[in-house]
């Protein structure tokens, strides 16, 4: 399954809201779709998981949403520490696939 | 829990790499755990998982030339990756979960080079 994210980069305002996509080039099924924030020198930290469900210690303002090939993750009220890369991820089939990445920047 | 990947930071083209994941706060058993690697070119590409038992799942991509292992005595599983081009030189992850990661190590970089 090829995943495709965009935008490729997302410039906005701390306090401002972010939304990302994330496309499936086949349903994922069960709804079986990770997300991840990377910041620079760091290993990727699940967000969500499920498509929806909150990793343990992620706080509400990140929400998971979407089924079948549309999926997105919406950050409320950016943080200064929420600048960062995210990835979505596939675990419906094997091979296990990542998006290529979305940069929230700030504007 | 807490993973830490160890192993040679540069090997030779055509060699072999070969890492290990010590787990440290928790125990290898009863869980999946996977190898991750992250390149500029490639991106986030997922190597493969082996459950404690020894069950192991590749990526085909990779599958001829990969070999997971599990020692669950010493709390570590480990990574052979043979045949090694400079296509293969990123950064290696190890990780818990056969599905999403919850557990990820910091990452080692690995570069091939003579």
């Known amino acids: 399954i090829v995943l495709t994210q965009s935008p490729g980069i997302l410039s906005l305002s701390p306090g401002e809201r972010a939304t990302l996509s994330c496309r499936a080039s086949q349903s994922v099924t069960r709804s079986n779709l990770a997300w991840y924030q990377q910041k620079p020198g760091q290993a990727p930290r699940l967000l969500i998981y499920g498509a929806s469900a909150r990793a343990s210690g992620i706080p509400d303002r990140f929400r998971g949403s979407g089924s079948g090939t549309d999926f997105t993750l919406t950050i409320s009220g950016l943080e200064p520490e929420d600048f960062a890369v995210y990835y979505c991820?596939?675990?419906?089939?094997?091979?296990?696939?990542f998006g290529q990445g979305t940069r929230v920047e700030i504007k | 829990v807490q993973l830490q990947e160890s192993g040679p930071g540069l090997v030779t083209p055509s060699g072999t790499l070969s890492l290990t994941c010590t787990v440290s706060?928790?125990?290898?058993?009863?869980?999946?755990w996977s190898w991750l690697r992250q390149s500029p070119r490639k991106g986030l590409e997922w190597i493969g998982n082996i459950y404690y038992s020894g069950d192991t799942t590749y990526n085909p991509s990779l599958e001829s030339r990969v070999t997971i292992s599990v020692d669950t005595s010493k709390n570590q599983f480990s990574l052979k990756l043979s045949a090694v081009t400079a296509a293969d030189t990123a950064v290696y992850y190890c990780a818990r979960g056969v599905g999403y990661m919850d557990v990820w190590g910091k990452g080692t970089t690995v570069t091939v080079s003579s």
């Open positions: 706060g928790g125990t290898t058993i009863s869980f999946y």
């Open positions: 991820q596939q675990y419906a089939n094997s091979p296990r696939t």
